[in-house]
């Protein structure tokens, strides 16, 4: 047993520990598909004009990020993050502010940007379908949350973040522009309504599997991950009804050891056109509001900065306020 | 080293070997990796969950004066109790067989019992998934030959856990047992028959004590081994089958509390220290792993 604890403690030691050169810029993000699409778009094309290399590393964890900052020994220099933990780690001092002198912000969505972030990339809750599986896709999240009318199971996104607690409002007749504050009681007692019914998706391979595998035929996902699936011939459905979006942020962790580099990739990152050659691999929208004219026409409208009209916007510094008090009663509520 | 020492220098430099290494000393290094490495993070964890986000032992209260949290708690020592139960229950006469085949088809049964311990714990739980969910293999088959009309909920849930645990257990189970089995001599239980014991006779009053010590080290493992786990849980689990683990991670990496992880992680670890107090007490080391 104890030689088992000394492997695993030599492993994660090797892993952590690999120091980067000094010049090297360290990216970190998700991993899986996303990440390889934002080495090609954005972390090659950085070390094309600048000679910079950059290291990937990955998945972002809220929890090495705050061991790093607060040893003061990041490794990180650039983080992809979600949109409200970036408003909130802003506040609380974990973050560097960017440098707006050379990232340019005037043509990024103000939706997404703060003094420490500005939108990576930015996606919808959107209610997806498998066509194949059943009689009649769920149209609206009301239809979503009706178990009458569309029985069986659901697919809901697991961790505390925007996006659930929203759709639960609007499915009880909370009209979009009242959702803030969110009722958490009114949330809760409609996401009761359905929770036996629900099946909750940890990361958004395992979405696309239960809705491929019609496990959970419908569900709340992520609008990407569905063009994925039909690019993949599965037949679904996505309904972009009242699209709840929410955005992702780059971010530079306090005491990043490369922070002027930083922000140049942040800079090149958020141009129209690493913008658009995201987008065009990912299916989630540009933050760059430039970007769609570099796109193909039949691409851009597949993307939720296409469905403007009908979205709902996640209020990201209401989250970055109130994300520990949702997330201890999130999870609380989930154990019952 | 010991031929050396006696071919240059003989009995005469005795002294010398008082200076040997002694088993402790070439622990050392291991050791102080150890220490370096593993107690000294835990021990800082440990230490926040008392200091954050106030002195004192709020963190310890909140937990332990939760419902949620006790009910979590109670989770983990349920399902943990119930993959040992199970474990032992398909490994003693997998154990069993193994010792008593002939050698050659004993050999190619642990190739793939080694095997599977090989194969990634993240493909191996994908495909507990995809084998179990409602859609999956299992549930078609069993309405395909009429034996049910509505698939059976075997993931998301308890059933989910324990099957997806059960199978990654067992083999923790099964080589101890392996181990005390194969050295109990099979005159013993030809003598138990001789002396007129039946065959259930022969194996719950002589082939179970004898392999008591190996059933026990192995459940014991398996027991603190699934008090910690959390990739199969957290996949095959509902979020009502919540384990310790995912508890703490949820505290650490979602919710960025210490304090609350390290309080949680300090009572995981006070209860496997306590177990693992127990099973040194009553079978020591010596009796474990079989050897």
Redo the contacts between chains.
Sequence with gaps: MKKLFALAAAAATIATSMPAAAADLVFTSWGGTTQDAQKIAWAEKFTEETGINVLQDGPTDYGKLKAMVEANSVTWDVVDVEGDYAAQAGKNGMLEKLDFSVIDKSKLDPRFVTDYSVGSFYYSFVIGCNKDAVDACPKTWADLFDTEKFPGKRAFYKWSAPGVIEAALLADGVPADKLYPLDLDRAFKKLDTIKEDIIWWSGGAQSQQLLASAEAPFGSVWNGRMTALAQSGINVETSWEQNITAADSLVVPKGAKNKEAAMKFIALATSAQAQADLAKVTGYAPTNVDSPELMDPELAKTLPDAQTANQVNADMNYWAENRDAIGERWYAWQAQ | MASQTETESGAAYAPLRARRPTDFDLTLP?LG??IL??VLPVAILLTRSVTEPQPGLGNYAELLG?S?YL??FANTFIVSGLVTFVSLLIGFPVAWALAIMPSRIASIVFAILLLSMWTNLLART?AW??LL????VINKVLIGIGLIDKPLPLV?NLTGVTIGMTYIMLPFIILPLYGVIRKIDPAILQAAALCGATRWQSLVRVLLPLAMPGMAAGAL?VFVMSLGYFVTP??LG???N?MLAE?IA?F???????GMGGAAALVLLVVTLALYAVQLRFFGTDRMGGR
């Design positions: 291991a990796l150890l490495f593993f939760s949620t009910r979590i994908y998934m995809v969910q409602r859609t999956g998301n493992m957290a996949l509902g979020t009502a919540m508890l949820q650490v990496q979602s919710l960025v509390n210490w």
